[in-house]
């Protein structure tokens, strides 16, 4: 039985909803309903509704917002062909979403629970799942931030948890380049590099900014320690292709993110003839293998991103374009066959997909 229950949320008319789904941009629209649950130390979690999208009260005291006890989730539903809709793997972000709660001394929410909100909120606005033109789908953004007023430093005793459902385009929608930041680092040993947290999000922007003015879309992370190692790109995990076959990413060290798409092109790699690898990868490596032509393509994966050809780097000492600085066949077949089975017109061989309606 449903936990998340729905209440008497106005809906959107239908005429309004296909005029939105025409252009729906990243986060320019939202579901009729939004999906909550909070926690306190004497209910633990309580109150699941589904509730009208809407600005939620809040004391300017707030934990979340003074010291930024946040984590988040993003996930998508897709529209088949015969018109039915399915999550993919949203047990691998529920998982993550436990995994960040406890390292940001949070509770973590029961996966089945996560499960559940997705589940319900897609299946009552099941009008606001696009068609799959131009790679159309529906954003879930679970996330769970400190809801106690509390200005004295300690993990709050109130938490709240939210899902935004909203239709969306890819994010990046053009082939990438991206700027290596000589100054700042994402994550750090013992830091929350693994945890999906807003924090990581904000150091990140300033880098970001730099990227723009050096006309990159975003930046390519280097390990804080020797800043000689590649971990990850901004909002997304980081992949080389080499000219002996080899799908190659950096491995998890506890400061990358454990991405969903990262772990369903491993699984992929077989079925392209490519040896999945995870190992360190040196920016050098990376570097001399695109200039000898050992590394033939890179890319950059994400829910948000899907998978956005990475075709130049740029960091002050070194411009290179990668290939012939177009998106390589590699790239397009993994994309297509990921994009495939998310909207139903590949076998689901791993059994991925989640049926919501
Ligand atoms: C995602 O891919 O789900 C993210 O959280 C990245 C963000 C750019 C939307």
Known sequence: M????????????HREIAE???????????????????????????GFVLAPTGAIPMHPGLAALHYG?????????????????????????AARFARSATRMAMPPLPEEV???????????????????????????RPFMFGSETLIGVRAANAYTYI??????????????RLWITPNYSRSMAGGTGEAKCGGNYATALIAENQAHDMGCQQVLWLDSATRSLVEEGGTMNFFAVTADGELLTPALNG???????????????????????????TLDELLDG?????????????TAAVISPVVGLRSPDVEITVGDGTPGAT???????????QFGTRDDIFHWMHRVG
Not at 163 to 176: A, E, R, S
């Open 20 to 46: 939105a789904l025409k252009d729906p941009g990243f986060g320019r629209w939202f579901t009729d309903d939004m999906a909550r649950a909070d926690w306190s130390p004497e209910q633990g979690w309580h």
């Open 69 to 93: 006890q946040e984590i988040f989730e993003g996930l998508k539903a897709y529209r088949h062909p015969d018109s039915s809709v399915w999550l993919f793997r949203p047990g691998m972000n």
């Open 331 to 341: 790239t397009r077949a993994l994309r297509e066959h990921l994009t495939g089975i």
């Open 255 to 281: 400061q990358i993110l454990a991405g969903v798409t990262r772990d369903s092109l491993l699984a992929l790699a077989p079925h392209h003839d490519l040896t999945p690898v995870e190992r360190e990868l």
């Open 163 to 176: 899902v935004l459902g909203m239709p969306v385009m890819p994010f990046y929608p053009d082939p990438l």
């Open 114 to 140: 996560f499960i559940d909100s997705v589940v319900e909120l897609v299946a009552h606005n099941l009008a606001w799942v696009p068609e799959p033109t131009g790679g159309a789908s529906m954003y879930l």
């Open 2 to 13: 449903a936990l998340f229950i729905a209440g008497n949320t106005p809906r959107t008319p």
């Open 290 to 302: 695109i200039a000898s032509g050992r590394i033939t393509e890179t890319f950059a994966c994400g």
